[in-house]
């Protein structure tokens, strides 16, 4: 695919300069077998640099994860090289599977089957805590 253009796929764009790599490995994109382009500190007249990851084809996104990362974020289905759909992106109140829980003690480094879910417990700074044991979720944010 040409970087410039995909004709049925979805473009992930305005991510904080910085959070791509974070978006693409929790989006599980390094083992999915599209075609996917990151595109780092890409030139914004908006906001300085910019991330953009365009994934060529049709494929589900979980826009938890973008939300979790980047709520700021935006998420267009391209469809026959047209935007056909804008995808609103907010926090997510839970956050199911996507971060794990770092405590050795907490419940779902024992019972291995046990989702791990993170609730967001801080919006203005965007906490998110284990609903287990209110361990933090570590991310590398930008
Ligand atoms: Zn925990």
New binding site residues.
Partial sequence: MTVDSIKNGVVIDHITAGGGMEIYELLGLGSSNATVAIMKNVPSTKMGRKDIIKIDGDMAINLDVIGYVDPCATVNIIRDGVLVEKKSIDMPALLTDVIR?K?PR???STEQELAHVFKLTDRENRVYR?I??E?KGEAKRT
Avoid: D, L
Wanted: net charge neutral.
């Fill in positions: 829980c405590n907490c419940i779902t284990c287990y044991c361990t």
